[in-house]
């Protein structure tokens, strides 16, 4: 029997977390290796010199250690929910340039040494554009959840995260329906599950993914 790939991720990581959907719901098994990221296994740095999560290693040794390339790599395999059909690549390049450029600089500002509240309002362009798409079709390409939400939604979690009470405030209103509905979804539940950092040195065991009754 093949083994199974193995996936280094960050439970926490938004990359990480788009590829936990895909692969959730196109059901493809795993072995699933959380990273403690101030100490990342060699073995994913062998892998992948880049050293970020989320990597995927397949049993033929091929590595594939972009997130939105693992989502089409699992969802070629299997696509029970036509996820595929519901791209939007200029929308998801949008939210992977210009939105993560000021959500990093409003969530980590003393690291970037801007100011926050400039960003912040750069990111709420990007959401506004979003609350416009769900609030017309329920979801971003349609009625129906596809990759272009799942490749966006955990970063929109993100910057929600960052100052919940202001977040609160703003006037998005199906937005935030749209995203308490993805985080409240049993998918999402499926792939947020806490496992311990993995190493070989300390005998932590990886965890199988995803996770069966």
């Known amino acids: 029997m093949m083994p199974d790939p193995v996936l280094y991720s960050f439970r926490r990581c938004p990359y990480a977390m788009r590829a936990r959907l895909a692969l959730a719901i196109s059901e493809t098994r795993c072995e699933l290796r959380e990273v403690k990221l101030s100490a990342k296994p060699a073995a994913m740095l ?15 040794g091929a590595v594939i250690d972009q997130s939105l390339d693992i989502m089409r790599w699992a969802l070629a395999i299997r696509d029970p929910e036509s996820w595929l059909a519901r791209d939007d690549p200029d929308l998801i ?15 980590y500002p003393d690291r970037h040494g801007d100011d926050p509240q400039v960003h912040r309002e750069k990111g709420l362009e990007f959401l506004r554009e979003i609350d416009r798409r769900v609030g017309s079709a329920g979801q971003l390409c349609g009625s129906a959840l596809g990759f272009a ?3 966006i ?4 979690r993100q910057f929600a995260a960052v100052d919940p009470a202001w977040f609160a405030t703003r006037a998005l209103p199906d937005l935030k329906v ?15 599950v806490r496992h311990a ?6 005998g932590a065991q990886s965890a199988d993914f995803p996770k069966t009754e």
């Open 46 to 60: 062998a892998a992948s010199a880049k050293g970020t999560v989320p990597v995927l290693v397949l049993p033929d």
């Open 197 to 202: 950092p993995w190493s070989p040195q300390i």
């Open 149 to 151: 939400d799942a490749a």
């Open 153 to 156: 939604v955990p970063f929109v």
């Open 178 to 192: 749209w995203l308490a509905n993805h985080l409240d979804s049993a998918l999402w539940q499926a792939t947020m």
């Open 93 to 107: 390049g949008a939210c992977d340039g210009p939105f993560k450029h000021a959500l990093d600089r409003y969530k």
